[in-house]
C-alpha cells in the first residue's frame, strides 16, 4: 500500500509538472499575438488606414470600395465590422476540425502564420492603398479569431478548476507586457524616424510589419510545448456549420451557460470596439499626435498586466462574477467621462488610458475562465468556437454603430458615448446569470469562489 502511494503521488507530481510546462507554453502564445491586437489594431493602423482612405476619398471624403460610398473616417470601423463578419463563417469550422480530429496544433499553426503574413504583409501599405489595407485587416483579424478558437480552449486541459483563474489571469498578463515591450520600440522608432533615416509613414509601416514577424518567431514557442490530446472517437466528421448548430443545440441542456454567453456578447462588444477605436477618436476628435496616442496605449498596456493580476486576486475573494460586474461598472463610468474630454489636452486622454488599463485585462481574463467552468467535458474547442463568436466574432455590431453614428453625426463624441450601452446592458444580464447552478449543470466541481 505504501509503494501504491509513492507511485500515486510521484504521478500526481509527474501531471502537475506537465500541467506547468504546457502553462508555460500557453502563456507565450499571448505574448506572441497581442502584439497585433495592440500595435496594429490598437494604435496604428486606425489613424494611418483613415489617411490612407482620406487620400483616395473623392471630393464628397467618400471611398467606394466595391462601389458602396463609404465615408473615409467610417472606412476603418466598418472594415472591422467585415473583418468580425467573415471570422463567423470560419470560427466554427477550426473549432469542428479541432475537436473531432484532436489536431488543435496544425490549426492553431495555420490561423497563426497567416494572420502573421497578412501583418507583416502591411508594410506594403501606402499611398492610397485603402483597399489593400482593408484587406490585410480582414485577414489577420479572422486569422487571430480563428487561433484564439484553438487557443483558449486548452485552458480546461492544462489547468485545474481551481488554477484556471489564475491561469488565465497570467496569459492576458503576458499578453499586455508584450504590447508594452513593443510599443517602446515603436514609440522609440517613431520619435526618431529621421535618426534611422526614414520617413515616418515608412516607421508606422515597419511597426506595422514587425508586430507580424513578432508573432510569426513567438508562436514557435506554445507549438513546441502545448500538446495534442486524442480525439472521442466520432463516426463522422462534422462540418463547421453543422456543429455550430449542435453546439448551440447543446448549450440548450445548459440554459444559464448560454445566459453568460449572450451577456458576454454585449459588454464584450464594447470592450473590442474601445480597444479598436481609441486611437482614431484620440487621432480625429481630439487632435492628438501620434506620439501621445502610443504613450497612451503604452500606459493601458503597463496597468493591463497589474489590473489583470490584480482583478485575478479579487477573484479570489469575491469570486469572478461579482469582479466582473464591478469591472463593468468602472468601464460605464470611464467611457463615459471619455465624452467630455477636452480636445488637445494629453493629461486627460491619460487618465482615460488608465481607467481603461486597469480594468480591461481583468475583465477579458476573468470571463475566460468563468466560461471555461461552464464546457462540459470533451466539448472545449466546440465550446470555445461559440465564445470566440461571442469574443471576436460578433463584436462588429459596436464597430458598425461607431462608424454609422460619425458618417450621420460627424461626431466621433456622439460615436464614442454610444459605447456606453454595450456595458450597461451586459451587467444587466450577466447579474441575472446564476454561476454556481451553471458549473453544476456542466458536470464540473464548483469552485469555493466563482
Known amino acids: 500500500m505504501g509503494d501504491d502511494t509513492v507511485r500515486a503521488e510521484r504521478t500526481a507530481d509527474e501531471e502537475a509538472a506537465g500541467r506547468r510546462r504546457e502553462q508555460h507554453g500557453w502563456y507565450v502564445y499571448d505574448w506572441a499575438c497581442s502584439v497585433y491586437s495592440t500595435s496594429v489594431l490598437t494604435v496604428f493602423l486606425g489613424p494611418y488606414l483613415t489617411e490612407i482612405a482620406k487620400a483616395a476619398a473623392d471630393a464628397d471624403g467618400y471611398v467606394h470600395p466595391l462601389g458602396v460610398p463609404v465615408s473615409a473616417g467610417s472606412f476603418f470601423a466598418y472594415t472591422v465590422s467585415v473583418s468580425v463578419l467573415v471570422s463567423i463563417f470560419v470560427m466554427p469550422l477550426a473549432g469542428a476540425a479541432a475537436d473531432r480530429s484532436g489536431r488543435k496544433k496544425p490549426l492553431l499553426a ?15 501599405l501606402d499611398g492610397d492603398r485603402y483597399l489593400l489595407g482593408g484587406f490585410l485587416l480582414i485577414v489577420a483579424n479572422a486569422s ?3 487561433s484564439m478558437v484553438l487557443y483558449n480552449s486548452y485552458l480546461p486541459q492544462i489547468a485545474t478548476p481551481q488554477e484556471r483563474d489564475a491561469v488565465s489571469s497570467r496569459g492576458w498578463a503576458f499578453g499586455y507586457a508584450a ?10 522608432l517613431f520619435l526618431a524616424h529621421d535618426t534611422f533615416g526614414v520617413s515616418e509613414a515608412t516607421a508606422v509601416r515597419i511597426c506595422l510589419a514587425s508586430a507580424g514577424v513578432w508573432w510569426g518567431a513567438f508562436t514557435l514557442v506554445p507549438l513546441r510545448r502545448l500538446r495534442d490530446r486524442k480525439a472521442p472517437p466520432s463516426e463522422t466528421a462534422g462540418r463547421g456549420w453543422r456543429q455550430l448548430a449542435s453546439t448551440v443545440r447543446d ?9 453568460f454567453l449572450l451577456a458576454y456578447l454585449v459588454y464584450n462588444d464594447g470592450v473590442q470596439t474601445v480597444i479598436s477605436q481609441a486611437s482614431v477618436y484620440g487621432s480625429e476628435e481630439l487632435g492628438l499626435g501620434q506620439s501621445t496616442l502610443i504613450v497612451a496605449v503604452l500606459l493601458v498596456q503597463l496597468l493591463a498586466v497589474a489590473g489583470a493580476l490584480g482583478m485575478g486576486r479579487l477573484a479570489r475573494t469575491y469570486g469572478a462574477k461579482r469582479t466582473i460586474l464591478g469591472s463593468l461598472v468602472a468601464w460605464t463610468v470611464t467611457i463615459g467621462a471619455g465624452y467630455f474630454l477636452p480636445s488637445g489636452a494629453p493629461v486627460w486622454f491619460f487618465v482615460l488610458a488608465s481607467g481603461i488599463g486597469l480594468v480591461l485585462g481583468g475583465t477579458q481574463a476573468l470571463s475566460r475562465s468563468l466560461f471555461s467552468h461552464l464546457v462540459p467535458a470533451g466539448k472545449e474547442a466546440e465550446y470555445f468556437s461559440a465564445y470566440e ?11 458598425l454603430l461607431f462608424g454609422l453614428t460619425y458618417q ?15 456595458f450597461v446592458i451586459g451587467f444587466v444580464l450577466l447579474a441575472r ?5 451553471a458549473v453544476r449543470d456542466a458536470g464540473n466541481p464548483v469552485p469555493d469562489r466563482i
Open 144 to 146: 487571430l479569431a480563428v
Open 251 to 259: 448549450m440548450r441542456q445548459h440554459p444559464h451557460t448560454l445566459a
Open 179 to 188: 504590447g508594452a515591450l513593443v510599443l517602446v520600440a515603436n514609440l522609440v
Open 110 to 124: 495555420a490561423a497563426a502564420y497567416l494572420g502573421a503574413g497578412a501583418t507583416a504583409g502591411m508594410f506594403f
Open 408 to 422: 450621420l453625426t460627424g461626431s466621433y463624441r456622439d460615436a464614442i458615448i454610444s459605447l456606453v450601452a454595450f
Open 433 to 437: 446569470v446564476p454561476v454556481r447552478r
Open 389 to 399: 463568436i461571442s469574443d471576436r466574432g460578433m463584436a462588429w455590431l459596436g464597430p
